[in-house]
C-alpha cells in the first residue's frame, strides 16, 4: 500500500512496447524537400548560412530529382532565382525560368515526384517584396494587393503548364486562393492543387533563406502582409478563408515558434496540413550543434516530430534527406 498502481512507466520497459505505443510517427513520404535552382550558376553552390543545402543549376534537376526519390522522399518544393529582376518580377513569368525548367526536367526524370512549385514575386523583384508596390499619397511604397494577385495567378499557370502538381501561394495577399483557381480553371488545368501558405508569420527565422533565394526586401520589412506573431485567432481566420477561396491544402510557417497554431488549424480545418520547418529552424540547430550545445540528429528527430505531433500532416524540411536516411 502507499505505492501507485497505475504506473504509465510500464509501458516505456522496452523499445518494443515504446514504439507499440508512440502516437506520432515520421516517414519521408511526409517529408516536402525545398530547392533552389539558380538560373545564372552551372554548379551546385553551398549556401553558407544552411550548411549541406545548395542551390542548382537546372542541369542538375535530373540528377537530384532521382537522389531524392532513392531516399524515399517523394514531394519537393521549388524557388527561383532568376537572371533578371525588375519592379514587377517579370522573369517569374518565363516559362523558360529555373522553376519551369527545373519542374519538367524533374518530372520527365521521376514521373511520380510530387513537384510543388513557391509562387511568390519576391524571388523576381528588384525591391524583394512579395508584390507588386504602388505609392500612397504620403510618399510612402506599399504591396498592392489586386494588381500583386493578377501576376501570381499568371505565374501558377506558368508552373502548373511546366508540369507542377502543387501551386504554392507564399506571398500572403487577400483573394489570392480564388484568383489562383479561377484562372487554373479558365485555362483548364483543373487538376493542379493549391497548398496555401495561409497562416504565415512576419517572422525572424527567414534570414537564411533570403540568403538563399537572394530575395531580402531592399527597403522596409513584410509586416505589411506577413501575419503578426501575437495573433493565433486570426491564424484559424486566413486558414478559413484559403479554405472557402479553395486552397486543396494548408501550410504554417514558420512551424516551431507556432506549434500552438498548427494544432490550432488542425482543429478548425478538415484540409491536409503542413508545417514549414523554415531555414532559420533549420540554421539554428546547424548552430548550435556546432558549437557542441546538443546532439544534431536527435535535436532534428525530436524538432520533426513536434511539428507532426502538433497536427501537421506533412513537413517541408531542409532536413528531409537527412531525416529520410535515418528513418532508414
Ligand atoms: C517568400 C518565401 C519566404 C520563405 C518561403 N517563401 C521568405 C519570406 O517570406 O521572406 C521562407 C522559407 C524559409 O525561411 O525557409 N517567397
Request: proline content about 6%.
Amino acid at each position: 500500500m502507499g505505492f501507485p498502481t497505475i504506473r504509465p512507466r510500464r509501458l516505456r520497459a522496452t523499445p518494443e512496447l515504446r514504439t507499440l505505443v508512440r502516437e506520432t510517427s515520421l516517414s519521408p513520404k511526409n517529408f516536402v524537400y525545398p530547392m533552389f535552382f539558380n538560373a545564372a550558376i552551372d554548379a551546385p553552390c553551398p549556401i553558407s548560412s544552411m550548411p549541406g543545402v545548395h542551390q542548382f543549376p537546372v542541369s542538375a534537376a535530373r540528377e537530384q530529382a532521382k537522389a531524392i526519390k532513392a531516399r524515399g522522399v517523394n514531394s519537393v518544393i521549388l524557388f527561383g532565382l532568376p537572371k533578371t529582376k525588375d519592379d514587377r518580377g517579370s522573369s517569374g513569368l518565363d516559362p523558360d525560368g529555373p522553376v519551369p525548367r527545373a519542374i519538367a526536367e524533374m518530372k520527365s526524370a521521376v514521373p511520380e515526384l510530387v513537384m510543388m512549385a513557391d509562387v511568390c514575386v519576391d524571388e523576381y523583384t528588384e525591391h524583394g517584396h512579395c508584390g507588386i508596390l504602388k505609392q500612397r499619397r504620403n510618399g510612402e511604397w506599399v504591396v498592392d494587393n489586386d494588381a500583386t494577385i493578377e501576376v501570381l495567378a499568371e505565374m501558377s499557370v506558368v508552373f502548373a503548364n511546366a508540369g507542377a502538381d502543387v501551386v504554392a501561394p507564399s506571398d500572403m495577399m487577400d483573394g489570392r486562393v480564388a484568383k489562383i483557381r479561377a484562372v487554373l480553371d479558365e485555362s483548364g488545368l483543373v487538376d493542379t492543387s493549391i497548398l496555401s501558405y495561409a497562416v504565415k508569420y512576419a517572422s525572424s527565422f527567414y534570414g537564411p533563406f533570403r540568403e538563399a533565394a537572394d530575395c531580402a526586401p531592399k527597403f522596409g520589412d513584410r509586416a505589411g502582409y506577413q501575419m503578426d506573431p501575437g495573433n493565433a485567432r486570426e491564424a484559424v481566420r486566413e486558414a478559413a478563408l484559403d479554405e472557402a477561396e479553395g486552397a486543396d491544402m494548408l501550410m504554417v510557417k514558420p512551424a516551431l515558434a507556432y506549434l500552438d497554431v498548427i494544432r490550432d488549424v488542425r482543429k478548425a480545418s478538415l484540409l491536409p496540413l503542413g508545417g514549414y520547418n523554415v531555414s532559420g529552424e533549420y540554421a539554428m540547430l546547424h548552430a548550435a550543434a556546432e558549437r557542441g550545445m546538443l546532439d544534431y540528429e536527435r535535436a532534428m528527430m525530436e524538432t520533426l516530430t513536434s511539428i507532426r505531433r502538433a497536427g501537421a500532416d506533412f513537413i517541408l524540411t531542409y532536413h528531409a534527406l537527412e531525416a529520410a536516411e535515418l528513418l532508414g
